[in-house]
């Protein structure tokens, strides 16, 4: 097992070792182009189902023995389409797609998700969503089942084809989030933002007084 105990996201070289640990794994191989730096490109499977709205998980009584599968024999869903050679996904029309990808993570690693920047620029609204999980783009510690995708192209008409992917996949292990104070002290020791433009100003550092953070964001 790739080593987890450190508290941070995995980086390519974990990736790619849980990938051959097949804590990762999909029925159709995964492609080395898939891993980044500290991210796995999600690949759309070969099915897309056509629903009548969205839906948010809740708790419930029935949350223990609530999946995915149950939704796609309820009335939500209206029809499948064939992925295979790609299919046409209608502007402002909800969709829920299985992924190829599968986990299998150990207790200390969990996972979180979020559009590829390609995916934002054309107005796709995405978030993934796994078996008996409360919310969306969250995965839990120790997660091992399906990975499923809901799409909305909020601007456009697109045409999407198995394999590809909209969504991408951050695993981490503790609480590696930097804090507001951490931030600012990491600026002074090693710059992060610079003036882009400014006369005068151009790639120089922002001085302290002018670092707005908060939550961890530049503002």
Same mark, same amino acid.
């Given at each position: 097992?790739?080593?987890?105990?450190?508290?941070?996201?995995?980086?390519?070289?974990?990736?790619?070792?849980?990938?051959?640990?097949?804590?990762?794994?999909?029925?159709?191989?995964?492609?080395?182009?898939?891993?980044?730096?500290?991210?796995?490109?999600?690949?759309?499977?070969?099915?897309?189902?056509?629903?009548?709205?969205?839906?948010?998980?809740?708790?419930?009584?029935?949350?223990?023995?609530?999946?995915?599968?149950?939704?796609?024999?309820?009335?939500?869903?209206?029809?499948?389409?064939?992925?295979?050679?790609?299919?046409?996904?209608?502007?402002?029309?909800?969709?829920?797609?299985?992924?190829?990808?599968?986990?299998?993570?150990?207790?200390?690693?969990?996972?979180?998700?979020? !559009?590829?920047? $390609?995916?934002?620029? *054309?107005?796709?609204?995405? %978030?993934?969503?796994?078996? /008996?999980?409360?919310?969306? &783009?969250?995965?839990?510690?120790?997660?091992?089942?399906?990975?499923?995708?809901?799409?909305?192209?909020?601007?456009?008409?697109?045409?999407?084809?198995?394999?590809?992917?909209?969504?991408?996949?951050?695993?981490?292990?503790?609480? !590696?989030?930097? $804090?507001?104070?951490? *931030?600012?002290?990491?600026? %002074?020791?090693?710059?992060? /933002?610079?003036?882009?433009? &400014?006369?005068?100003?151009?790639?120089?550092?922002?001085?302290?007084?002018?670092?707005?953070?908060?939550?961890?964001?530049?503002?």
């Amino acid at each position: 097992m790739a080593d987890s105990k450190k508290t941070g996201i995995l980086s390519f070289q974990h990736l790619r070792a849980l990938v051959r640990q097949q804590v990762i794994r999909a029925d159709v191989p995964i492609a080395s182009k898939q891993i980044q730096p500290a991210s796995l490109d999600l690949r759309l499977g070969t099915k897309a189902y056509r629903l009548l709205s969205s839906f948010l998980p809740e708790p419930s009584d029935r949350q223990s023995q609530f999946t995915i599968e149950d939704l796609y024999r309820s009335d939500l869903v209206m029809y499948d389409m064939d992925l295979t050679n790609g299919a046409i996904l209608e502007k402002g029309h909800v969709y829920l797609v299985p992924l190829m990808e599968r986990l299998k993570l150990p207790k200390d690693i969990r996972g979180r998700t979020n !559009p590829k920047s $390609s995916t934002g620029r *054309l107005d796709i609204f995405t %978030r993934v969503v796994t078996d /008996l999980h409360v919310g969306f &783009d969250e995965i839990r510690s120790g997660y091992e089942g399906p990975l499923f995708l809901e799409i909305v192209p909020r601007s456009f008409t697109i045409r999407v084809q198995a394999g590809l992917a909209l969504n991408q996949l951050r695993l981490m292990s503790g609480k !590696p989030m930097v $804090s507001d104070s951490g *931030l600012r002290t990491l600026h %002074r020791k090693t710059p992060l /933002l610079f003036h882009n433009g &400014d006369s005068g100003k151009t790639d120089r550092p922002l001085l302290a007084k002018e670092l707005r953070v908060d939550k961890g964001l530049f503002l």
